[in-house]
């Protein structure tokens, strides 16, 4: 499976993006896919994910109620829309899946993810 996120971009304090992942390859191997995030100087972090087959997300608190992951199977797609961006949110945000086969069960660290697409900046001035 290949990963290709996109869509990061300069917004100002209580603006909005929207990222994409595409997925291509052996999509119907995936267990869950998750978006992280990693600022300077700090360790790369989890934001959100969501359950591939019946769509359940999971959030950061620092997230929650902020940003919404979803998913579109056909298209082999995930977004993460980011709503009332602040500051702190600024980092290069990576998407993430984890096999089937690789799956444990938990999805909240990156060395719980075995494919990783290349990151997108975000930058959120106030």
């Known amino acids: 499976v290949q990963l290709q996120a996109s869509g990061g971009g300069l917004v100002q304090a209580g603006g909005c993006l929207r990222l994409?992942?595409?997925?291509?390859?052996?999509?119907?191997?995936?267990?869950?896919m998750g978006w992280f995030r990693q600022a300077p100087g700090k360790d790369r972090e989890f934001v959100a994910a969501?359950?591939?087959?019946?769509?359940?997300?999971y959030y950061a608190d620092s997230v929650k109620g902020r940003f919404t992951i979803s998913r579109d199977n056909a298209k082999n797609m995930v977004y993460l829309q980011m709503n009332v961006l602040k500051p702190e949110d600024t980092a290069v945000y990576y998407c993430a899946a984890v096999s089937e086969a690789y799956f444990s069960g938990s999805f909240y660290y990156p060395y719980e993810y075995d494919l990783w697409g290349q990151g997108t900046q975000v930058t959120v001035s106030s």
């Open positions: 969501i359950a591939w087959d019946d769509g359940r997300p």
């Open positions: 994409s992942c595409a997925a291509s390859g052996r999509t119907e191997s995936i267990a869950r």
